[in-house]
């Protein structure tokens, strides 16, 4: 295999293990033993002070993995490949800045114009994560992999849980 189809492969492996990482760090590190790093970011926002969250500090938790990924990968010359591991990480932190930060939380005025099925969905998604503002009960922990329900209206999901409570 070319290194430079590895080093995509790997990289994009990353990126989407990435996704469960969060998942998994978001229900049970969050919402455990470190939720009184999370809890800011469940309350309201007029009752927040400043710009910053405690939350914000998980941006470290995510960052040096990578950067040791990149000091690391760039130092041994026969695992190289591990450089493109912080670079996969990098990446999902790219994405996860921009949909959850900017787009969700509107922490930029940037991305305002989206309004598509997807970006609805996830709006949903974490609409019904917030719900709650406590770490029990919550759902919905991931950020690009989300539950076909949030793709329906909200009416028509508020309908179904209706009728699945019926039954």
Known sequence: MAPWL????VTIAAYVGMEFMAWFTHKFVMHG?????????HRPKHAKEG????NDRFFLV???PSMICYIYGSSVP????????????SLYGLTYFLIHD?????RFSWFRQLDGEYSRAI????GAHHAKNTKEECES???????????????????EEKSEEVA
């Open 6 to 9: 590895l080093y995509i492969l």
């Open 141 to 159: 922990f991931g950020l690009l992999v989300v539950h076909p329900k949030f793709f329906k209206k909200r009416r028509a999901a508020q309908h």
């Open 62 to 64: 995510y960052a040096i």
């Open 123 to 126: 709006l949903r998604a974490h």
């Open 33 to 41: 033993f470190l939720w009184n790093w999370h809890e800011d970011h």
């Open 78 to 89: 026969e695992d190289f490949w591990v450089f493109f591991v912080g670079v996969g990480i």
């Open 102 to 106: 900017v787009y969700i939380h509107r």
């Open 51 to 54: 710009f910053f969250e405690k």
